[in-house]
T-cell receptor
Framework: DAGVTQSPTHLIKTRGQQVTLRCSPK?????VSWYQQALGQGPQFIFQ???????QRGNFPDRFSGHQFPNYSSELNVNALLLGDSALYLC?????????????FGDGTRLSIL | DAKTTQPTSMDCAEGRAANLPCNHS???????VYWYRQIHSQGPQYIIH???NNETNEMASLIITEDRKSSTLILPHATLRDTAVYYC???????????????FGTGTLLAVQP
């Protein structure tokens, strides 16, 4: 049973560029959440997708956008990259948005901005 | 969501029980307590969660005080592989809406010593 998979594992971009990160949820899960984790900090919630719609959003600018596909996989897009966007980007999946069942995380994409 | 307070770091001898405390004095009746851990360079790993009863699974035990204002995660026989940052999170369950996000603090760095 595959867990949450993310690609790529590492990525290097320069300021001003755009990036797309991908996530495949754990089998049986239909909800995907994205988190940003800066070095030495806990993960911060970016947004959550369910039924191909953004359901919740954290305190992140519009440069951060996402998409969920019919097969429940998801993409995170970041435009006009800033040095401060360098971080580990984590995807988590779960079943349903109104469930107390836990979210399961992938190992993330390490994004470095030069 | 209620705020949690955890010690910054703790040590534990290999083979002994590791007891990780968490204070959540403002927790409300609808909030669950979740524990995750993050080993270096990996995504957070779900450990256990509970509402008001003590819980046990193959990884750990969760003890929640009767007033629910604090909890303790117990790893019964710590090994070197349990060295990680442990996060205690309280999550509001509003069954009328989508409130599935997790709010992470900075966690407790548990160092298991040989």
């Amino acid at each position: 049973d595959a867990g949450v998979t993310q690609s790529p594992t590492h990525l290097i971009k320069t300021r001003g560029q755009q990036v797309t990160l991908r996530c495949s949820p754990k089998s049986g899960h239909d909800t995907v959440s994205w988190y940003q984790q800066a070095l030495g900090q806990g993960p911060q919630f970016i947004f959550q997708y369910y039924e191909e719609e953004e359901r919740q959003r954290g305190n992140f600018p519009d440069r951060f956008s996402g998409h969920q596909f019919p097969n429940y996989s998801s993409e995170l897009n970041v435009n006009a990259l800033l040095l401060g966007d360098s971080a580990l980007y984590l995807c988590a999946s779960s079943f349903g948005v109104q469930s107390n069942q836990p979210q399961h995380f992938g190992d993330g994409t390490r994004l470095s901005i030069l | 969501d209620a705020k949690t307070t955890q010690p910054t770091s703790m040590d534990c001898a290999e083979g002994r029980a590791a007891n990780l405390p968490c204070n959540h004095s403002t927790i409300s009746g609808n909030e669950y307590v979740y524990w995750y851990r993050q080993i270096h360079s990996q995504g957070p790993q779900y450990i256990i969660h509970g509402l008001k009863n003590n819980e046990t699974n193959e990884m750990a035990s969760l003890i929640i005080t009767e007033d629910r204002k604090s909890s303790t995660l117990i790893l019964p026989h710590a090994t070197l592989r349990d060295t990680a940052v442990y996060y205690c999170i309280v999550r509001f369950m509003n069954y009328g809406g989508a409130t599935n996000k997790l709010i992470f603090g900075t966690g407790t760095l548990l160092a298991v010593q040989p």
